[in-house]
């Protein structure tokens, strides 16, 4: 339990950052019996986190089942709206996977792309830790922005 | 046999276009077995030809099954394989489509989005005649081209 409760206290700004409130409601979305109800941010973001453990337990080879498919698909749109929500211009999000889990995930404001990631063993899908994840999520976004600042007339379109 | 022969003697010029040599070479890239080896263009491109007659008798809701799919990402490649031959820079294209047969075509160059296009009734894709498939993509291209025109710099990122 000692392992569990350890990202709670250290996370305690983080959950109330924009970013993974904007996860737990991505995740809801996609719950339409209410699973997640009682369950606390933590509990709903966990499987979002893969540890060095938990990571060499999942084989190298393998197909992503649906579930780990839904949570790409929240975490890319999850940063659309965080991208949407700062530029006030429509971010829309598009995850294509083989059966495989290889593919690519591209996010387009007007006519710019403003994130292209080729993806890669998507059924070992996860973060560190949901720090690491808001990190990698403000990366893509302070990326996004700044294409968005240079070409406005191209994202305006 | 008068109506498959009535199209081969109209489209003579069409044959030798670009586009429709194009089309032939991507067809055949997903033919590992050799089946089109002896077929001529009109026939390879046959299934790209659904007339009026041909459109009523599939039933307009459906799955599509994996030949329609492959065909709707022949169409599209073969218009980024025009347009990277036009502008000299790699266009990519991006066919996701439900199982049911809805979803999206774009088509990017550099950090641009040169077609975008919402898909949907797959299972029914195809053209009146070879001659308007032709111009379908002569319109998409020229569109297309006109934007890396104006927004070269987007394009080359």
């Not at 940063?79 to 294509?96: K, T, Y």
């Amino acid at each position: 339990m000692s392992e569990t409760l350890e990202p709670i206290i250290e996370n305690e700004g983080l959950l109330k950052s924009d970013f993974v409130i904007e996860m737990v409601r991505q995740m809801r979305a996609i719950d339409p019996y209410g699973a997640y109800d009682s369950l606390s941010t933590t509990e709903i973001l966990e499987p979002f986190v893969l540890t060095k453990e938990k990571k060499r337990e999942i084989p190298i080879i393998g197909d992503p089942d649906e579930l780990v498919i839904a949570r790409v698909k929240v975490f890319y749109n999850a940063i659309s709206a965080m991208i949407e929500a700062e530029c006030g211009l429509m971010a829309v999000p598009l995850v294509n996977l083989t059966h495989e889990g290889f593919g690519r995930a591209i996010i387009t404001v007007g006519k710019l792309v403003v994130m292209d990631r080729t993806l890669r063993d998507v059924h070992r899908f996860g973060f560190p830790s949901l720090s690491k994840m808001k990190d990698e999520a403000d990366k893509i976004l302070s990326v996004a922005l700044e294409l968005i600042g240079t070409h406005s007339k191209v994202a305006g379109l």
